[in-house]
């Protein structure tokens, strides 16, 4: 009887209590930011016309299209670099 409580808590009680400690603390989504510039190396002026557009995908899905998150459609001020 003893072998078969020793047993339990070897195989049984000790693995679940591993995977739960091991398991990383789920971090609930918030708010955050994400800024840069856009520039080129060729030194030709911008159309007045010009937009620039950014997007944040996911493409973490090998076999899948990318899931557009975030889009931000930029009519630039002056020229280059555009921030974002």
Same mark, same amino acid.
């Given at each position: 009887m003893l072998d078969r409580i020793?047993?339990?808590f070897l195989?049984? &009680?000790v693995p &679940?209590? $591993?995977g739960v400690l091991a398991v990383p603390?789920? %971090?609930k989504a918030g708010e955050t930011t %994400? !800024?840069?510039e856009v520039t080129y190396r060729e030194r030709i002026a911008l159309p007045p016309d010009? $937009? &620039?557009v950014v997007? &944040? !995908?996911d493409v973490s899905l090998a076999d899948a299209p990318a899931i557009v %998150? !975030?889009?931000?459609r930029i009519a630039p001020t002056g020229q280059m670099p555009i921030k974002f």
């Open positions: 020793a047993e339990f195989f049984g &009680l &679940l209590v $591993v603390e789920v %971090i %994400i !800024a840069g010009a $937009v &620039l997007e &944040l !995908a %998150i !975030a889009k931000r």
